[in-house]
């Protein structure tokens, strides 16, 4: 299932199709495309699971942008991601292959952007979930996310690489000349940072953010929090057409073109992922999910 899921993931002419400057997706066509990817082998989940299942990967992601210490460190996240995934094909050099050459391009493509470049990124990434507030009960229980489901900044710990601690104040005239430093006291524990992250096919991240989450076992649930309910019921005032719908779904389907589903045939029967701890408690989520939060998948047929 993974070596399907990751073959899929990392089809060359997907790839080339991402890689492309463009537009950021819109939440649906996001939605499409990790369905197809998440159906790309025999695992089959049905819409309650796919839903939580969903509401997990963006909230991870969420929490792992916004607690980036400097906008670069978004590719030292990627890196992670991309390790970890090398972790579990490392038996198949035809997979890891593809893996290295997604790798390579990402060095070659973004290393070289400037701090501003990578702010931009990081704010429109921001923006795109910015009204996502669904609380994950190993965020809840780690302290990384409140009631309501707003992350918490912490206030101590590494400062970003190329930084210093922060509690002084240095003053200059206009000749450039330092001509007075003023100490404060900072409600925070700062330290310096030992090294940086390595940004080479491989290396020691430093970063953790992007690495496995469960590495402690533990149970795991996703829950709508009000806020998200709110924003559900005020979706059906925002109906307006949108001009670009049509070349949209044109690129979607071109995009998904290269991703083949995998149907069960022939000796091999599938299975079905659950979410859940058991089916009814599944059944019960897929009933009582606002219906303006369930995502249609919409199947495109492009390889005439």
């Known amino acids: 299932v993974m070596n399907d899921i990751i073959t899929t993931m990392f089809n060359k002419k997907f790839m080339e199709e991402l890689f492309k400057p463009q537009e950021l997706y819109s939440k649906k066509a996001l939605r499409t495309v990790y369905d197809r990817l998440a159906h790309a082998s025999i695992m089959r989940l049905n819409q309650a699971s796919m839903d939580k299942l969903y509401d997990l990967m963006t909230m991870a992601f969420k929490?792992?942008?916004?607690?980036?210490?400097?906008?670069?460190?978004?590719?030292?996240?990627?890196?992670?991601?991309?390790?970890?995934?090398?972790?579990?094909?490392?038996?198949s050099p035809g997979i890891l292959n593809q893996v290295d050459e997604t790798f390579r391009q990402l060095i070659e493509t973004y290393s070289c952007l400037s701090a501003g470049e990578f702010q931009l990124i990081r704010q429109t990434l921001l923006i795109f979930f910015q009204d996502m507030h669904i609380r994950v009960s190993i965020f809840l229980k780690d302290k990384v996310?409140?009631?309501?489901g707003r992350f918490v900044l912490p206030i101590s710990g590494p400062v970003p690489w190329g930084t210093e601690v922060p509690g002084l104040i240095r003053?200059?005239?206009?000749?450039?000349?330092?001509?007075?430093?003023?100490?404060?006291?900072?409600?925070?524990?700062?330290?310096?940072?030992?090294?940086?992250?390595?940004?080479?096919?491989?290396?020691?991240?430093?970063l953790?953010?992007?690495?496995?989450?469960?590495?402690?076992?533990?149970?795991?649930?996703?829950?709508?929090s009000a806020s998200s309910k709110n924003l559900a019921s005020h979706a059906k005032d925002n109906i307006a057409p949108n001009p670009l719908a049509k070349e949209e779904l044109n690129f979607l389907a071109r995009l998904l073109g290269g991703l083949e589903i995998k149907k069960p045939g022939g000796s091999e029967t599938g299975f079905r992922l659950n979410l859940f701890t058991t089916d009814?408690?599944?059944?019960?989520?897929?009933?009582?999910?606002?219906?303006?939060?369930?995502?249609?998948v919409i199947n495109i047929e492009a390889t005439q």
């Open 63 to 91: 929490y792992q942008v916004l607690l980036c210490p400097r906008p670069k460190d978004i590719l030292l996240v990627t890196f992670n991601h991309l390790d970890a995934i090398k972790d579990f094909i490392h038996d």
């Open 145 to 148: 996310q409140n009631s309501n």
């Open 171 to 206: 003053t200059f005239n206009r000749n450039g000349d330092e001509v007075k430093r003023t100490e404060f006291i900072t409600d925070g524990n700062y330290v310096t940072p030992q090294r940086e992250g390595s940004f080479d096919l491989y290396g020691d991240r430093v």
């Open 208 to 224: 953790k953010l992007g690495t496995n989450m469960y590495s402690v076992s533990r149970p795991v649930e996703t829950h709508m």
């Open 280 to 296: 009814e408690e599944e059944e019960h989520a897929a009933l009582t999910r606002p219906e303006e939060l369930s995502y249609k």
